[in-house]
């Protein structure tokens, strides 16, 4: 509505303050200001201006109006109708454009001798046309190749028949563009689980999918949007599409245009669903969800008469069901999801269920992601990597849950240790070395308190003079000491039998450096490879 500066000045004259005028024309203060102030510098107040016209009267008070150019008139009613009519006298498709058009009236105002508005203002000016009309172009919509989805804005309750009290829910809806068939379920809230196996469902329910997705900038599934470029969605949204073969193409921020399928959907569930069920009361989520199935295939099945009495399910079952895509085989599980640091120790704490579980060392300080189906629970980067995966915890008394190929390997072997461990250790070296940690182990009760002596035996001792020499030193021991548990051979009866070994060793090849000749005494310093490291 355009203002009218006459209604301005009327109520000035008349005592009003320049707020409540602003407030009656639906105006701001600062443009009731600006045409008191102009009126008053052309002396145009008390009475002057009740001798001009509206127009002639903008005309005085904006000067430059009267130096915009004259130009060629345009008839937004034939443009509107050729842009929006269906099909033309030889084609059932439009392919009229605002560039065709345009060319069309530029040709108009040539033969009328006039100057033609630049294509720009040709555009604007169509716009406001359109904005002031309220009108709107009809979209021929392609089956089988669009769902669009919302959030209904009037939320519903059931009783909770514990503590009586009502407890609110939302309402999930899809639509197929084509059909216009319609799923419809309550949701506890718009928690991005619950909008993610509402999706699922509708698939269900319409039995294929649909390859693009419409929803709106809702935060469960989309993070940010945008009106020039792609919006950002979660990575549980990403997901799911994949899975499915589908795109999702989010609106722009306050944008409900973009799916009026839906949205028209949205206002006929008020009529055809929540009205038909004003008398019931629910008790439960689940009594909800299938009265308003019910309702919901009872609106499915109406004809349309502008769709020459078909009704949606029947369009849905015999025209656009062939030209979706199949159901995947195997159905997508959604998971909860959460952040969190990894700690110093290589765990990271799930707030979903407070357990700690473990992640590669090498990620040790870094941020990851946490998502919890039923029976496990994903690890992964922020760009999506999986790096772990365990069975959820379920002890009560230990909420650590290790994955022992995750620690570095100096720590790894504490978790690995047992007798069987250090027996299959010293077999590596030899017959000799395993009878001799089988004496140590055999020589206790509790295996736990030699562990410190086998490790110093096997992997002390073995990697500092060599396997081979070991085997032969704990073959030695065992000739001098018995081969029983008495015996206690460990590590203070093996290292001097190492240690002479090496000095007798040295001694043989000093000797032979001695008797060879020079050529060999080059060799003097030439490590011996039974007791290189």
């Known amino acids: 509505m355009k203002l009218s500066y006459k209604s301005v000045l009327d109520r000035h004259v008349r005592g009003e303050t320049n707020k409540k005028v602003a407030e009656s024309l639906q105006t701001t203060r600062k443009t009731v200001k600006r045409i008191i102030e102009k009126a008053e510098k052309l002396r145009l107040l008390p009475d002057a201006y009740l001798n001009y016209e509206e127009d002639d009267l903008k005309a005085k008070m904006n000067p430059r109006s009267k130096s915009k150019k004259n130009f060629h008139p345009a008839d937004w009613a034939k443009v509107h109708q050729e842009l929006t009519r269906w099909g033309s006298k ?16 530029t040709v108009e105002a040539e033969r009328a001798g006039k100057e033609a508005m630049s294509k720009t203002l040709f555009y604007d000016n169509y716009k406001i046309w359109v904005k002031e009309k309220q009108l709107v172009s009809h979209i021929k919509r392609q089956p089988g190749r669009r769902m669009e989805l919302d959030f209904a804005g009037d939320t519903v309750f059931y009783i909770n028949p514990e503590t009586e009290e009502k407890v609110q829910c939302v309402v999930f809806v899809a639509t197929l563009t084509y059909s216009n068939a319609t799923f419809v379920k309550v949701l506890r809230s718009q928690g991005m689980e619950l909008f993610l196996q509402a999706i699922i469902d509708a698939c269900d329910y319409f039995g294929a999918v649909a390859p693009i997705w419409v929803p709106d900038c809702t935060k469960s599934g989309v993070i940010k949007g945008s009106r020039t470029d792609w919006a950002i969605l979660n990575s549980s949204m990403e997901e799911l599409a994949r899975s499915y073969g589908a795109e999702v193409s989010a609106c722009s921020p306050y944008s409900p245009k973009e799916k009026p399928r839906v949205e028209g959907n949205v206002n006929a569930a008020y009529t055809r669903i929540y009205a038909p069920l004003r008398n019931c009361t629910f008790y439960s989520l689940e009594d909800m969800n299938a ?15 502008e769709r020459g009495n078909a009704c949606r399910l029947f369009l849905l079952e015999n025209v656009e069901k062939e030209k979706m895509l199949p159901l995947p085989s195997v159905k997508f599980e959604v998971r909860r999801t959460a952040t969190a640091n990894v700690g110093k120790d290589g765990f990271v704490r799930s707030s979903l269920d407070h357990y700690y579980y473990s992640v590669p060392h090498e990620y040790i300080g870094n941020r990851v992601i946490l998502k919890s189906g039923s029976s496990d629970i994903i690890i992964t980067t922020v760009d999506g990597r999986m790096i772990a995966k365990h069975p959820l915890g379920t002890s009560p008394y230990d909420r650590h849950v290790l994955d022992p190929m995750h620690l570095q390997s100096y720590l790894r072997q504490y978790t690995e240790e047992s007798p069987q461990y250090f027996i299959d250790a010293a077999e590596r070296c030899g017959e000799g070395t395993r009878k001799v940690i089988e004496l140590i182990l055999g020589g206790t009760k509790y295996p736990e308190t030699v562990y410190k002596m086998c490790r110093s035996v096997v992997f002390g001792l073995g990697k500092h003079y060599g396997r081979a020499n070991l085997e032969k030193a704990c073959n030695i021991a065992l000739s ?13 009866k093996l290292k001097p039998l190492l240690e002479e070994m090496r000095k007798k060793d040295g001694e043989e090849r000093r000797l032979s450096a001695f008797t060879t000749g020079s050529e060999d005494s080059k060799q003097k310093d030439r490590p011996d490879s039974k007791w290189d490291l």
């Open 90 to 105: 030889c084609s059932d498709s439009n392919h009229t454009t605002m560039a065709l058009l345009y060319d069309e009236y």
């Open 291 to 305: 009265a308003f199935r019910d309702a919901c295939d009872r609106f499915n099945s109406e004809p349309m008469k």
């Open 480 to 492: 001098i000491y018995g081969s029983t548990s008495e015996a206690r051979i460990g590590y203070a």
